[in-house]
């Protein structure tokens, strides 16, 4: 069982009680909510007269459902509309912080709550959409929950939950140029697999999360998820306590000291035991991308889409499915696979530093003929700060569009879909099959910057021949 | 909220690993203030891809309550109208190789018992009702062991969700509100809370 690592400090400091079930009540620091997994549990909370108890520790934006070409009210769609308007009624109604659109502060939920300084080592935080994880990139304990334990929070601010067991997965070394953080956290799935994480809470430790920014470090943790762990973290320091500094909600004056010498506190011990470690070696990662139908069918861009004999047993019939699915061929390059449609943004990749890169390499270019490329900000801040640096413009230049903050096509609530066949390649988190908005419509999940090699060369490219 | 020990009733296999909440219910179908008519929408597009014959569709399936699934059942997104599609169609109880942690507590959450077998279980299991999906089978979170025909075998989940189901408190939201004064002492040790807000 672990011990003195920062999971199990936090978790010990927010348990309230142990439940007759043996579960633990625990504590959340952080309620985030949006319009697609809140309506139902503020209905909950009505059918059972019960009120919000901490209305002032839930913080609610819009992002899943709204359009990013047209955002003028009444939507388009009646039932986003109707989403739309359930969300600010309730928030007004229990007087919960909303973020609407035009407010400036409006964005994707794990966008949002770290550039206003609202996620904070040490907390927990919980949110009804499974990529809460990213805001374990500071040192909380995030992690997504259902509608039911939505209603939870609101009503009681806590949650029975069983414990989690710990892993460290420690990478070491500098990466290449062209390689990402996002690069780092597919090959960590490739190697553990989806359900290698089920039942822990991924700590990620090593000089190469060290050496990342906040924004890099959100990327990993943001698909713990997809590796089957429900949370993923890492230990805050300088770079953590640097981002937060002078952000809106980031303690002020005298506070600020002491919440850096709490937040110092709360690390894994040097001598923490974990239940389990697993370890890499950064120069091992290449550019990495999906083959497959689940995000642990990855691959380097230079290797070849796996045969089925090279495949552990257990993998082999999900591969076929993928194969016939996607319709890739085992032992071919996945290099030079034809792209239809080209997507930059999402949870996992839409933040300020994610358009930088993308847009270094966009610069100059133009989008292949017959793709249709386009960039979805993941927030109004990072949409603001970009079009400040003219991104934007290099964007158009280049042949992308330029759109509204959202959720967008990472999971296609909104008007933003692949049709039919079309392949994509996407910055998101999801290569799942009809994920991105059509039944068989087919993704690679990869960086922002293969992306936009993708866009130019208009089939899977290698990045790093375009340095 | 009642108690849930056993239960009894027609199976449905439904073979495949990593079984996405996306593949559960498209999220085209998310976009209502309710959880109204998924029921109907379970599997949809699998089952449009099928062509009738997806478990969820072939006539000797329909009305059976427990759900066999292969491994890492219900990965990916948190929608809880994964687990509410599956049990407005009919189910009462899953038994599979392994479940994604979100979904296994949506269920729970909802008194729908997600329940591991070994993986040989499973496809023994699978098998038999393949060809015997008009008999019963039974799932006795008492003894913990599913039984079938001539065989049974053992069935594993974790202690705290068991006990929730056993003990009739699966619908946490009460018990947690009993707790108020706990609740303010806790949120009263954390320091960040004066600061974050």
Redesign the interface.
Known sequence: MSKGTLFDKVWD?????I?????T?L?I??HLIHE??S??AF??LRD?G?KV?HP??TVATVD??VPTDNQARPFA?E??E??MQ?LENNAKDCGIRFYNIGSGKQGIVHVIAPEQG?T?P??TIAC???H?STHGAFGAIA???????V??VL????????KLKVRKIEVNGTLAPGVYAKDVILHVIRQLG??GG??YAYEFAGTTFEAMSMEERMTVCNMS?EG?A?CGYINPDEVTFAYLKNRD?A??DA?WD??VA?WQSIRSDADAVYDDVATFDASDIEPTVTWG??PGQGMGVSELIPTLETLPE?ER??AQ?AYQYMALNPGTPIKGTKIDVCFIGSCTNGRLSDLREAAKYAEGKQVATGVKAFVVPGSERVKQEAEAEGLDRIFQQAGFEWREPGCSMC???NPDKLQGRQMSASSSN?N????Q?S??GRTLLMSPAMVVAAAVKGEVADVRELL | MSQIETISGRGIPLV???I?T??II???F??????EGLGQQVFV??R??ANGQHSFDLPQYQGAKILVVN??FG??????HA?QAIIKWGIQAIVGE?????FL??CS??GIPCVTAAPETVKQLQTWLQENPQKAIDLDLAAMEVRWGDSSAAIYM????R??LL?G?W???G???Q??D??ES??S?????????
């Open positions: 400091l927010h348990t309230v009680k439940l007759p079930s043996g579960q009540q504590f620091g952080l697609v997994t309506p139902q209905a909950m059972r019960l108890l002032e520790r899943h459902i769609d039932l986003a109707e989403m359930a609202l904070q040490g907390m009804g959409d499974s809460t992690f997504g929950i259902g509608t039911s334990q209603r939870d009503a009681s601010q806590t949650l029975a939950l069983s989806v359900k089920v039942g998820i089957g429900r909600f303690p002020k506070d002491k919440a709490w139908i689940t257990s019939a999900i499915e999971l296609a609530m999801r799942f099959k009809g994920r908005g039944s068989t | 495949g690993a990593d996405d996306d593949r498209p999220a085209r998310l976009r209502s203030i309710t959880f597009d699998d449009t891809q491994g890492n990965c990916g997104s948190s929608r809880e687990p392994s479940f994604a942690e979100i507590g949506n959450a909802n974790g202690e705290g969700p006990q929730m003990t408190t619908d946490t939201c018990q947690l509100l707790n108020r706990r609740i806790t949120a040790q954390l320091p960040y809370l004066a600061w974050s807000h």
